[in-house]
């Protein structure tokens, strides 16, 4: 069986998607799916290409146990469609710079909080300063889409 490979984007790549990335990679390692499903992420910007992820990023996940290690910024690639199945988006504005980069693909493009009702967008805590809110409502949305996955893929 071919890996479902999962790439989640936000502007800078060092606040949001990053904190998305690790936390599905944890909850994929939980459900045992290693197997099965791959995670990544990237920046529509390219603004801090090769840095670490946010400080207050990789705190917040140390404290809920998530490894984070060898995290390394990089920009959205041009071929992303090639390489992945589903490309995850915080926002709108996010969503539409991929779409005008990678063209419109509303099945394998789309909001990371289309997995939840309660949220339209992750909030950008490099500008609110509330990484808690970002990681709560990230969490929730893998949490959903990783339940999803789990039942298409029969587990």
Not at 67 to 87: G, I, M
Request: hydrophobic share 35%; charged share 25%.
């Amino acid at each position: 069986m071919k890996k479902i490979k999962i790439l989640f984007v936000c502007l800078g790549n060092i606040c949001r998607s990053p904190m998305a990335e690790f936390v599905m990679r944890h909850l994929v390692e939980q459900n045992l799916l290693s197997d099965y499903i791959d995670v990544d992420s990237a920046g529509t910007s390219g603004w801090h290409d090769g840095e670490n992820m946010h400080r207050s990023s990789y705190q917040m996940l140390k404290q809920h146990g998530i490894d984070c290690k060898n995290f390394v910024s990089k920009r959205l690639p041009e071929n992303a469609l090639q390489n992945y199945d589903y490309v995850a988006v915080m926002d709108d504005s996010n969503l539409s710079d991929v779409y005008q980069c990678l063209g419109y693909d509303s099945q394998r493009i789309f909001k990371l909080t289309d997995f939840c009702e309660d949220f339209d967008f992750v909030p950008d805590p490099w500008y609110t300063g509330n990484f808690f809110q970002t990681y709560h409502i990230i969490n929730e949305c893998c949490l959903n889409w990783i339940r999803k996955l789990k039942q298409d893929l029969g587990s």
